[in-house]
């Protein structure tokens, strides 16, 4: 081959090799939202549940600390 013929290859192989870097960082950055996504509701779940019980433990303090009331809590909106 001569050095011409060898520098058109190299060349091409050298694009092909940078397309599928691309590709690959692509695919990678779209894995990585994913695990990010799921991380964030995991969480956000947890926060949420956490909230739900504190929320139902204000309200029962609430309903013993406050006689007469009892478990209606419309008043208090």
């Known amino acids: 081959?001569?050095?011409?013929?060898?520098?058109e290859v190299l060349r091409a192989d050298n694009q092909r090799l940078r397309g599928q870097v691309g590709d690959l960082k692509d695919a990678l950055q779209r894995q990585l939202g994913r695990q990010l996504d799921q991380l964030q509701a995991t969480d956000l779940t947890k926060r949420i549940g956490e909230l739900?019980?504190?929320?139902?433990?204000l309200n029962s303090q609430l309903t013993l600390n406050r006689p007469g009331f009892g478990r209606d809590l419309s008043w208090w909106l």
Do not use: H, I, V, W
């Not at 081959?1 to 520098?7: A, V």
């Not at 739900?52 to 433990?57: S, W």
């Open 1 to 7: 081959m001569s050095t011409r013929t060898d520098l």
């Open 52 to 57: 739900t019980a504190q929320n139902q433990e």
